[in-house]
């Protein structure tokens, strides 16, 4: 069984080193700042004590898990890993550099990834004398919990890096998707209409916040809200890895953040972690009851939705990913109740095409132009599945 280094041992960084540990390999977990790396093991080690009280594993098998993992700060102890994968942080000039390091102390067939959310996997390869070798493998936080891998290939990795990163990352009890290089890559794209078109419809005054998160939920069967996810990841996150997004598709409308969330970001209601975002999360807060009128929720719910379903299929048009790693991918990725494209077939192709005809031609907005892969499926008369 292969060594694996970790590079960065921060949230995923130390939540991935768990999942390769559990998965039975000798892990080695780096991080240039020791507190980080103390804070890591305590928290693993917190993590595995949990699991023994709830029963799941045995004494024996919390120290055969920590055992694995070796901590450093010396870059040098992946000397004999055959796959690394860096978690720091979110930085290109940053993440190049440490590559071109890295590569220095690998040997030649040592697969080199990282797990970056939005940077593009050709440039940071790019730093590098064996760029065939370098991958994008991106984990969902945590890390340890969520089921869903991308693995994403640049122009220049090779076939043999892809396989192989992807049959070890399976043997880790992990759903891998492959997704090209691209803003977002599969689910960072395709679940962009989620936060954007429920912020669109508030700020247009349709509903307030807890109306759109009662129809997505009660109505659509998504697990969160919107609000209630934005406020759950951070405004700061959420709506700077959707300004990336927008740049990254040279300012493409379907991908413009909105000013609500930024001025939520900026007033520092970001959300749980703050106790403030879109609801009050202090203890004495009243929490604001939803409008359940049905006909409105539906109307809301079907906005959202059809906004997703085109999402997916213009990134299927795209070539981004298959059917069936883009519907697999935001099912385990998100938890959306069902895939994208096969919910598209039940509500028909038919109507998704003219909901989003009806929305361009009430806005005239490019942000609401059909994907050219409905318009000809309809056509065809065809489906998805
Ligand atoms: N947090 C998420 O939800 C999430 C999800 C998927 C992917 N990612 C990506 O994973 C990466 C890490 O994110 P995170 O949330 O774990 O960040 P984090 O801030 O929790 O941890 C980053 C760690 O990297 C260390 N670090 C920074 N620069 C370093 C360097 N040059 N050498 C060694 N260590 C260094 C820091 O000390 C820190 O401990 C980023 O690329 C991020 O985009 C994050």
Redesign the pocket.
């Known amino acids: 069984m292969i060594k694996v280094g970790i ?7 130390s939540g991935i080193a768990q999942v390769a540990s559990q998965a039975g390999h000798k892990v080695v977990l ?4 020791t507190d ?1 790396l103390k804070l890591s093991e305590e928290k693993l080690s917190k993590v595995m004590s949990r699991l023994v009280e709830k029963g799941k594993i045995d004494e024996d098998r919390k120290k055969e898990i920590e055992g694995n993992i070796s901590y450093t700060e010396n870059l040098v102890d992946f000397s004999d890993c055959q796959l690394v994968i860096e ?4 930085k290109i000039e ?1 993440k190049k550099t ?1 590559f071109e390091k890295l590569e220095e102390i690998v040997d030649g067939e040592a697969i080199l990834a990282t ?4 940077l593009s996997i050709a440039s940071i390869a790019a730093a590098c004398k064996k760029p065939e070798r370098v991958i994008g493998i ?4 945590p890390a340890p919990l969520m089921p869903l891998v991308e693995i994403i290939p640049a122009v220049q990795t090779s076939d043999e890096t892809t396989k192989k990163s992807r049959v070890l990352i399976d043997t880790w009890k992990k759903k891998t998707v492959l997704a090209k290089d691209t803003p977002g890559f599969i689910v960072n794209r395709v679940a962009r209409p989620f936060y954007g078109e429920a912020l669109r419809i508030y700020d247009e005054g349709f509903a307030d916040f807890a109306t759109i998160d009662w129809a997505m939920k009660e109505i659509g069967g998504f697990r969160m809200g919107p609000f209630e996810l934005m406020d759950f990841i951070g405004n700061d996150v959420n709506y700077a890895v959707t300004e990336s997004v927008f740049q990254a598709f040279y300012n493409d409308p379907r991908y413009k953040p909105s000013f609500t969330q930024k001025r939520h970001s900026e007033a520092g209601w970001l959300g749980r972690k703050t106790n403030r975002g879109y609801y009050d999360y202090n203890t004495d807060a009243k929490k604001p009851e939803p409008n359940t009128d049905v006909k409105l929720g539906e109307n809301i719910l079907w906005r959202v939705l059809v906004m997703l379903i085109n999402e997916a299929a213009d990134a299927l048009y795209m070539n981004i990913a298959s059917r069936d790693d883009i519907d697999l991918a935001m099912t385990k990725g998100v938890n959306y109740p069902k895939g994208l494209l096969k919910w598209a077939d039940e509500k028909g192709i038919d109507h998704c095409v003219e909901t989003m005809d009806r929305l361009y031609d009430e806005y005239h907005e490019d942000r609401y132009r059909c994907s050219p892969l409905l318009r000809k499926m309809k056509k065809d008369g065809k489906t998805f599945y």
């Open positions: 590079l960065g041992a921060g949230a995923m960084g780096s991080d240039r700042d980080a978690a720091i942080v979110e940053v440490v797990n970056t959310s939005s991106h984990f969902f936080n």
